[in-house]
């Protein structure tokens, strides 16, 4: 086992095993250890869409960390009301890690853009039209006052068609602004992870890699992966470049994926993740199993008393058939939602898990 | 303690104290004991909007029996889901007891009706408008399926402000449906309770009730009230008639009401309550509290970092801001249902106990 210090204090690093490129590590924060690789529940707007926090404690789902989304917090509660409460942690009632994006990805997807300049965004907000400016300081002290344990940098992502000179620029900005959040005053114990940006040429995705592993981050996430490219070159990227990021550090995938792309990013050596899809797709009525995926409002469900899946250990399968969970669905019934995303999240959970003690078993010691 | 073995096998009642009218109680079912009076929360569709049977039975809400709508049941999932799930109780893996009102309410208050005559009902869905017939063997059959603990007359239930012939008609058929009822095959160990009608006039409610408490129901409940009748009226109504129904049998005043309403019903000697008010309401931001009652949207919550009721042993009040749930409230999340709901329930279930606890303290033992 090797042990890193990261250079926020209270963060250490630790790898235990490797098979191949894949990493079986323990990250730890202020609020707790993470084994890595972990799946990252999403929680928007201070929670985790219909769960408690209970029930994302509880094994065997345990998440030991979650996200919150700057832009959507900034903009509601907002940040008076949070600082108010003394931070996210303590507004949500959350005791263990979470991570806050820095707000980007949202104000090029969700806002209405007005600008974008070397210096920040203007942007006008997606619940009421009011006009915003985010810049790296604006990104890192919303961060700083929800206290996160580990804050992004602010960056700009390109879509994934962007051409050439668009990239260019978007890198330019993206090192110029890692440097501006690098310098910007942090909460207490709240580690920051730098962005490599580039698209799916690698030779520039490697160009900004230096530029930014070069900053001395606590750890690195790689960004504008899975925002529209075909899922070959995701992969091609990921299995050209997630093992040159540095080994002594966390390496994150921001918002990737299914659980395929969650198999096939750890084999290329990535440590963390987050997305929607097991909470969204549990809402929408699509269930993961260790078989087919289940769309729950299928007919053939209608009097299936079995679980959704028999190997699943989460209560909504030890408790409840797929014609009950059907029934609420078609009905509209917000116990459908809770039933759902508890069986989604400990289905990502168990698949990274699985993964991570195959890499103990079958790995070298690190 | 006086106790009376009621018609069905498996079910009896105790009368602990009373106090002028008010009882004191404990009704035996085959799914278990509940203290009277208790205020069951309604589980309209199979599920008590937005909470698990875990959270209804523990403690402090400790729900013992919920309500289900045979209506909404027979029209989705529909009987033959319900029938091959084994019941109602096997179906949403409630193993407490229930109660399923006879559907007549919701035809006559939702559906689009197309005649009543004295066989029956004729309605169309509100889901989609399908035709179907609703007659007293047809609620008797649902219910028997449902496999209900207690089961409930069919009965027709007048407007508040319907003419005096519309009432006599009502309580003509009502009178005849319930003996239709009475003779209907029931699932084993299913309760049935008769429907006293009239609306506020007291003499054609006593001549009703004598018609319905001659047919020897388990227990016996007043329907139409709080049905579009000032208040003063309900109030007047139950006054005068609830502690004439027959002592020994438990009496239940269907779907009343606010806090203020239980404890005057229990006053007048009612034994049990059903009412949508506090899930509706808890769903809608309206919290009820032992001061005034919370509108958690308003501006005056957005830093509150105290909880919904000081004095209050639910997990919500012991966990969360009314900062945090207004927040949630204001973003739609899922979770603010599944917090405030628990918070109503458990403040209608500790509203109702506290009355038993003084009808037991200050009362005369039975």
Chains 1, 2 share one sequence.
Request: hydrophobic share 40%; proline share 5%; charged share 20%.
């Amino acid at each position: 086992m090797k042990r890193f210090d990261l250079p926020t204090p209270g963060f250490s690093f630790e790898l235990h095993a490797t098979l191949g490129h894949a990493r079986a590590g323990v990250l730890h924060t202020p609020h707790g250890s993470i084994e890595t690789p972990v799946f990252m529940p999403v929680g928007t707007a201070g929670t985790v869409k219909a769960m408690t926090a209970d029930e994302l404690r509880a094994p065997p789902l345990d998440a030991k960390i979650i996200l919150g989304n700057t832009y959507h917090l900034y903009l509601r509660p907002g940040l008076e009301v949070i600082e108010a409460a003394g931070g996210l942690h303590k507004f949500a009632a959350w005791d263990r890690a979470i991570l806050t994006d820095s707000g980007g990805f949202q104000v090029f997807s969700l806002a209405a853009l007005g600008e974008i300049d070397d210096d920040g965004v203007t942007f006008r907000s997606h619940l009421d039209g009011s006009k915003h400016r985010l810049t790296p300081e604006v990104s890192m002290n919303i961060q700083r006052v929800l206290g996160s344990d580990i804050a992004m940098c602010f960056d700009q992502c390109p879509p994934g068609d962007a051409a050439a000179d668009v990239h260019e620029v978007a890198l330019a900005r993206t090192t110029a602004w890692a440097r501006r959040c690098r310098d910007a005053p942090r909460a207490t114990g709240q580690a920051l992870f730098g962005i490599v940006q580039g698209g799916v040429d690698t030779a520039r995705r490697r160009r900004h890699m230096a530029e930014i592993t070069a900053m001395d981050f606590d750890g690195h996430a790689l960004g504008g992966l899975a925002v529209g490219e075909a899922i070959e070159e995701t992969y091609r990227v990921l299995d050209e470049v997630a093992h040159e990021l540095p080994a002594e550090r966390p390496r994150y995938l921001m918002g990737v994926g299914t659980p395929q792309d969650l198999t096939r990013a750890i084999a290329a050596g990535i440590d963390m993740f987050d997305c929607v899809m097991p909470t969204r797709n549990a809402r929408n009525g699509y269930l993961f199993t260790s078989g087919q995926r289940v769309n729950i409002s299928n007919h053939a469900h209608r009097a299936d008393f079995g679980p959704i899946d028999e190997t699943c250990p989460c209560a909504t399968c030890g408790t409840h058939s797929r014609a009950y969970l059907r029934h609420l669905f078609q009905a509209k019934e917000i116990l459908y939602a809770r039933l759902a995303t508890l069986h989604n999240l400990t289905f990502y959970a168990r698949h990274v898990r699985q993964i991570r003690e195959r890499i103990l078993a079958d790995g070298q010691p690190a």
